[in-house]
């Protein structure tokens, strides 16, 4: 897999986008078999632990729509996501510093965030979450209000799964995990609401990339029982660790760089 592009040019994410998420306040789900939460809390942060960085490229495809593109990361919070069709865009955040870079405006957007807070995770789950599919990075859990049992899946054969309420845009869900026990890899996520239901699916895996765990390879989204969409991801790489350095936008000479910084402050130049 190439290393990423220097500079790329903005296009519609139409195919890519996903919006954050917020807990449902005062929602008082019971809370489940309360050890087997924890168990699961457990093997989840121990399976993160095991990924230290990765690369990939995947292929979106709903209806005649096709979009492509590639992903970074790098532990503990580092991430670069560049679209390459149909057209190109990237995003990068390099632990401090989120960077929107775009060729055709010729101008690269800089903020600086705070990572202890709240609103940085929030803004780092929209911008990211489209590149890192589902089984490539830790299921949303709230911290409490979640219930788990264990379950039988064909992809199994055992299973646990997971279920909590969420408000996402503004519209309340339920929002389901199926994870397979005890490795905890993804397999399938459905959200339920009034307006309906979509699930996302694993349909292939592979399981010899880190020992003991399986990553989707190819997945298809269902809405109401007719699949709407899938992701293909042809290349996965764990020996592949970018340098904290490729984490920074550095745009070329012409570009038009706004900073904007935690104190409020604001800086433009032309570089």
């Known amino acids: ?15 890519l986008l996903g919006g954050g998420c917020e807990q449902l306040k005062g929602s008082h789900a019971p809370g489940g078999d309360a050890a087997l939460l924890q168990e ?20 979106v495809r709903e209806g005649p729509h096709v979009a492509k593109y590639e992903f970074w990361f790098r532990a503990p919070n580092k991430m670069r996501g560049d679209i390459t069709e149909p057209g190109s865009f990237s995003y990068a955040f390099d632990g401090r510093f989120l960077y929107q870079q775009s060729d055709e405006r ?20 929209q911008t990211f979450s489209p590149f890192a599919p589902e089984g490539l990075r830790a299921p949303l859990l709230k911290s409490r209000d979640v219930t788990v049992q264990r379950v039988q899946h064909p992809k ?23 994870l397979r026990w ?44 007719r699949k709407a969409s899938t992701t293909d ?33 604001t800086s433009t130049a032309r570089r």
């Open 1 to 15: 897999m190439k290393r990423p592009a220097p500079a790329l040019a903005p296009v519609s994410l139409a195919l």
């Open 40 to 59: 699961v809390r457990t093997r989840l942060a121990a399976r993160e632990g095991k990924v230290t960085g990765y690369a990939l490229t995947a292929e």
């Open 106 to 125: 010729r101008s690269l957007l800089v903020a600086e965030l705070d990572p202890s807070r709240e609103s940085t995770a929030v803004a780092l789950l």
């Open 156 to 178: 199994g054969p055992e299973a646990v799964k997971l279920e909590q309420r969420i408000r996402m845009d503004g519209l309340a869900y339920k929002l389901t995990y199926v």
């Open 182 to 225: 005890p490795s905890m890899d993804f397999l399938s996520k459905t959200l339920d609401s009034k307006g309906g239901s979509v699930e996302l699916r694993v349909d292939e895996e592979s399981c010899d990339v880190l020992p003991g765990l399986c990553f989707p390879r190819k997945l298809s989204e269902w809405r109401e029982g």
């Open 233 to 265: 991801i042809p290349d996965l790489d764990f020996s592949e660790v970018l340098p904290a350095e490729a984490f920074v936008l550095e745009p070329p000479q012409g570009f038009f760089v706004e900073k904007s910084f935690l104190d409020g402050g």
